[in-house]
Structures are given as C-alpha cells and as structure tokens.
C-alpha cells in the first residue's frame, strides 16, 4: 500500500471542506483534499450560493446583538451560545479573509430574513451571494466540477439565486426589455453548449464551488476526486489518517496535524433516516435533491472511533418540498420548489383537499408544517393547484411558463390536469368536494388580495418572490377558471441538521464528551449552530465557511483559546 503525508487531510470537496483546506494552507499547512465522486463541488454546487453572514461590508445597518437577539428567539431551547457567539464573531472576517485572499467574490442580496418579524430580524442585509464566474477559469479541470441541478436549469442554463434576474424570464412574453435579456442569455449559453457542452458561465452554488476550487488549487492543493475514505487510521488515541481509494488500488495518507470530516451530512443514509426522519419512520416517502454521495460516510467513520451523532435538533435537516419529474426507465430526478409556491394563485392542498399552512413561507417551514399535517398517516404529501391562466404565467413546478408546452409532462403524468376542479381532484387522489370548498372559501378573500385563513404576503418575505405587479397583495390572487392543473410534492431536504458533536473549533467530541484527538468535523457532518430552524437565505453556506475557517486556523495553531468551548453547549 503507497503511502504519502501531510499535514491536514480534508475528506471531502464541498465548501466546508474546500473552506478548511484553503484556510489552513494560507496559514502554511499541507493539505490535501480527497473526494469519494468523481466530481467535486459537493452539495455546493447544487445550492443557491448563499451566505447568512450578519455584519459583513455588504450588508446594511445591523448589529451583532440583533443578530443575536434573533438566533437566540429562532433556536429556543436549542441556542448554542458558544457556537453562534463565534459564528457572529468570525463570519464578517471569514468573508473579508476569502474575499481578500482568494477567488472567491460575493455579491450584497436583497433577501429578508426568513422570519422578519420576530425581534432581532430585518428585512434585508444579511445574506450575501456568490459572485457569477467563467469556469473556464478552471482550465481543464472545468470537467470535475460538478454540475447543476438539472430540474433549476433551462437546458443547463443557470439563474442566479436573486430575484431580478428570474424576473426577466417570467416577464419574457410581456416586457421587451425582458425579451431582449432572455435572448440574449440563451444565446450566449447555446454557443457555451457548442463549443464546451456545456454551460460555462455558472452562478448560485455552482460559482461558489468553481471559486473553492479555483482557490484550492492556485494553492497547490490536491484534489483527489474518485478517492473514497474507507478507514480512520489511529495511533494511540489519536487519529492520524486514512486509508483511502478504490479496493485494489488504496493508499494510506499520513496526516501530522488532523483528518477533517466534509462528507456532506447524511440525506442518503436510508439507515439514519429512518431514525431522524418523522415521516420516513411512519412509512412515508423522502426524495432528496442533494448529491447521492451523501451517505454519511464521515458520521459512520467518526462512530467508529466513539463519537455520535445526536438527533436531538427541532428538526433534524432543512426541509425542502420537492416534486418527482420523470426521466425515463423509472427513475426521477427531484426539483426544489423553491419560486412557485409564492406566487398568487397557487395553493397547496393535502389529500382531504384542504389547505394546511402559508403556501408563501419558506420552504422549511412549509415542510414542517407538511409533516405535521400528515403526522396521522403514512403518506406526506401536498398537491400545488392553480388554474391554467397561472400557469401559463408563473409555470408549475417543473412545468414551465407560457409559450413552452406541457404535453410531455402532462403525458408522463407528472403535471395533472382537469377541466373541473372535481376531475382535476380525481385524477390526484384528492377528495373532490374538499378541493372546491377550499378554493371557494380561499376564493372569498382572494378577490380582495387577502388570505383570510393563513396570511399570505403578510410578511417581507412572503412578498419577496412573490409578483409584485399582483396587486394589493403580490402573494394572493383567486384561482379562477378552469382547466386546472396540480403537480404532487412530497418532502425533502437540503441537508441535515443534526450532526456529529463537536467544540467550536470542530473537535470530534467522544459520547464521553471528551475530545477524539487529530478528529474534526465541518460542513453538514458538524452539528448546525441554527438548532434544526431556518432563520434566513444562507444559514448552512454560512456558518459552514464561517466554521470551516475557525477549523483551519485551529489546525493552524490560531485561536486555540476558542477550544474551551464545546458547539451546542445549551444556554
């Protein structure tokens, strides 16, 4: 078995661990960073590229104690006082040390905090987003960054996570303005499709990604893509490296200073699932859209060794609503319904044909209402509805907006249609007589903007993607004539909450509470400061490149006062 050495070995190439490893090599470490797929990116690159980072110089006024003020009021009984203490300490000097020292560029937002109205939140100013980039940037290494979500691109072409590049395209067949924008994006990314099959003018996630690993290796860093940890290695109590590879061709790697855990949490492990899920324990269906490597192999490794994995958050992973589109030969890929849900004339009805919560609050808690409304049985699932003058305009999920047809998904039943709300409810499985009242009694309200049973648009961020030429209320408009149309959605996730413990600096804690030696976690296989909430766009992006900063400069020999204290002590 070949053997190299360094000091820090970084499992995984996610922006936890690409944050680590940047982070420590500045500080005059040798790392190296390996990756189980052939990709790198992780679920990054999927992701909307947003960072929650109170107080950075792209923000507005805002302050560390409202900052702390609203953690404190969104976690409860869960707040980590050491861990959000050091989250709004070094996230301002994480961004300015990445912005200063690397490729990685970020770019103000205009998004709310996802409950504004709780004391300590605002309405704009707290999450930034990666800046767009060329990832020919990459040279030939363009071909390992993982791609997009196919379901939140248009024949691979990505949107940038802010509302006003989205607007243009919805506004295609309205605004000449907005037609010339399209046009001109299409054919930009076509003649990118032709020369590198594919798109290479990248935004959200996949530029934060391609930013990472532009940074990484300006460093020297290697990246082992296709390299899969398959052992910790120990000498003593301490940890001190991997065995890694492919059977039949693995390598041990020697790391003098600490193994760092970047494995991306555990959407995948079907095992753990069924433990932290509510709705998979009941028998019900999850269908992440994060990367199928996310089995939770660096919470596996880490049990190992006796750590845990506590499932003791509100809730153990950030929910996301997700359709199932068809692609052929049985197989679904998943798209995160992340616009539709705000725009008026779409609600969401469960089985019983009722409505269950506010169909325009962030996705999380929609999820978590979803799983609280189906707790009695073992199905969780909701229909989106609206009626054809909706969909022509807003699009359905993964049915797109007018002139695009809609045979195709119509035919492979992933898009419902009725010319009655009763037909359309019979072709869903939802109880007819349920649906009609529902749409006549939201209906009655509608016509005068207003959702009287949930209070549709009564917040910044209710409105934020919502239409705001849809007036008086931009989230509420009646659902009008027929034919209509539904697109069922069941539960998933952007990643897990629950995680190994750790100390602040990201020291694997022992169920002892003890410290395992040379072990460390970031990313999703590190326990969320946020106590299984999500206050705001970017409260995983971060606080795991805010921590995964600490974690390089503990390794570093910086900041070692920090290790006092332990993540998810309660206060």
């Avoid at 953690?71 to 861990?83: I, Q, V």
């Avoid at 049990?303 to 359709?323: H, T, Y």
């Avoid at 969320?528 to 020999?557: E, K």
Wanted: proline share 5%.
């Amino acid at each position: 078995m070949n053997t190299r050495s360094c000091d820090v070995l970084v499992i995984g190439a996610g922006a936890g661990g690409l944050a680590t490893a940047i982070t420590a090599k500045k500080l005059g470490l040798d790392v190296i960073v390996i990756e189980k797929e052939a990709c790198f990116g992780g679920t990054t690159a999927f992701s909307g590229g947003v960072l929650w980072v109170p107080g950075t110089r792209h923000g507005g006024n805002d302050s560390q104690a409202a900052a702390m003020t609203y953690l404190r009021n969104e976690t409860g009984a869960c707040f980590d006082a050491a861990g959000v203490e050091a989250f709004l300490r070094y996230a301002p000097q994480m961004v300015e040390f990445f912005e200063r020292e690397t490729a990685v560029k970020f770019v103000p937002t205009l998004y709310p905090d996802y409950h504004p109205q709780v004391e300590g939140g605002v309405d704009v100013g707290r999450s930034i987003l990666a800046a767009p980039y060329d990832i020919r940037g990459l040279g030939p290494d363009m071909a390992r960054l993982r791609p997009p979500l196919k379901t939140i691109t248009f024949i691979g072409m990505m949107f940038n996570s802010s509302n006003a590049d989205l607007k243009h395209f919805f506004n295609v067949t309205r605004s000449l303005t907005s037609f010339a924008y399209v046009a001109k994006r299409l054919l930009t990314h076509l003649k990118e499709l032709a020369l590198y099959r594919r798109g290479t003018q990248v935004t959200s996630g996949n530029a934060l990604a391609a930013r990472l690993v532009r940074s990484a290796l300006d460093l020297g860093i290697p990246i082992l893509t296709g390299t899969p940890a398959r052992q910790l290695l120990r000498e003593g109590a301490r940890v001190v490296g991997a065995v890694t590879g492919q059977a039949g061709s693995e390598q041990r790697i020697e790391a003098r200073r600490g193994v760092v855990l970047a494995c991306g949490g555990f959407s995948h492990d079907l095992q753990r699932l069924r433990q932290a899920y509510p709705h998979v324990r009941r028998g019900g269906e999850h269908f992440s859209p994060v990367p199928a490597g996310n089995t939770g192999d660096g919470a596996r490794m880490a049990e190992a060794l006796g750590a845990k994995v506590d499932i003791c958050l509100q809730a153990p992973a950030a929910w996301m609503p997700v359709s199932k589109v068809p692609v052929g030969g049985g197989r679904h890929i998943a798209f995160p319904h992340l616009l539709d849900r705000y725009k008026p004339g779409v609600i969401g009805v469960l089985r019983s044909g009722q409505r269950f919560t506010n169909e325009s609050n962030a996705y999380h808690d929609v999820g978590a209402a979803l799983i609280e409304a189906c707790s009695d049985q073992a199905e969780t699932a909701m229909w989106l509805v609206c009626d054809r003058r909706t969909l022509a305009k807003y699009g359905l999920g993964f049915a797109k907006p007018a002139p695009m047809p809609l045979g195709p998904l119509l035919r492979n039943g992933y898009l419902l249609k009725g010319q009655t709300l009763a037909e359309l409810a019979g072709k869903a499985g939802i109880d007819a007589q349920g649906l009609e009242q529902t749409v006549r009694e939201y209906n009655l309200g509608a016509v005068h903007g207003e959702d009287r049973q949930f209070g549709r648009g009564s917040t910044s961020f209710n409105r934020y993607l919502a239409d705001p030429q849809q007036q008086p209320n931009p989230c509420v408009a009646p659902v009008g004539e027929g034919p209509y149309f539904a697109v069922k959605v069941i539960m998933g996730d952007l990643g897990t909450f629950d995680g190994l413990r750790t100390r602040v600096t990201g020291e694997v804690l022992a169920a002892d509470g003890q410290v395992i030696d040379g072990l460390y976690a970031v990313g999703n296989d590190r326990a969320s400061i946020m106590g299984g909430n999500y206050p705001g766009a970017g409260i995983t992006l971060g606080p795991i490149m805010t921590f995964a900063y600490i974690t390089g400069r503990h390794l570093a020999g910086v900041e070692q006062g920090l290790a006092a204290g332990n993540a998810r002590e309660v206060a």
